[in-house]
Structures are given as structure tokens and as C-alpha cells.
């Protein structure tokens, strides 16, 4: 079963893909893209916590930042297309 947190970054993602983007940022640097990216990255840290205990960086933190990161792609780019 897959962890809350990946489901919710999913889902932020979708959102945050389909809000347009009024910001005055340059599209070059990608911001239609990274902004919701990193955005929903937090989100999920802060609403479902990240997979492990203590307050001590591990290799799952590692693990966790890259599947959020990727699985919040995901779903910002199905957004923009839907």
C-alpha cells in the first residue's frame, strides 16, 4: 500500500497543475513547472510527515524527498494537460 504522503503529494500536484500561473517569474526557469513542484513538496512534509522517526537526516529522508518530488511531478504535468 502506498504511504499517505505519496498519495497526497499526488493529489497536490493534480491541484496545484491546474491553477494557472499569474506569477510575474520568468517561464524560462520553469517556474509553470518547479514552483507547484516545490510547493507540494512542503505541503505533504508538513500535512503527512515524512517515514521516519527523530529529527536525525537518514537515507530514508533522502528516499522520501526524491519519491515526493517525483511522484508531485507527476501529477503537476497530468494536471497541465488535463
Known amino acids: 500500500m502506498l504511504p499517505f504522503s505519496v498519495l497526497v503529494a499526488f493529489f497536490f ?4 497543475g491546474r491553477v494557472p500561473d499569474q506569477s510575474n517569474f520568468d517561464k ?5 513547472l518547479l514552483l ?6 512542503f505541503i ?3 500535512v503527512a510527515g515524512d517515514w521516519d522517526t527523530g529529527y536525525q537526516w537518514s537515507l530514508l529522508d533522502l528516499l522520501f524527498w ?3 518530488a517525483c ?4 501529477g503537476v504535468i ?4 488535463g
Open 13 to 16: 500536484g493534480l491541484f496545484l
Open 28 to 32: 524560462l526557469i520553469g517556474t509553470d
Open 36 to 41: 507547484p513542484i516545490v510547493i507540494t513538496m
Open 44 to 46: 505533504v512534509k508538513y
Open 66 to 68: 526524491i519519491v515526493i
Open 71 to 74: 511522484v508531485a511531478s507527476a
Open 78 to 81: 497530468i494536471g497541465k494537460r
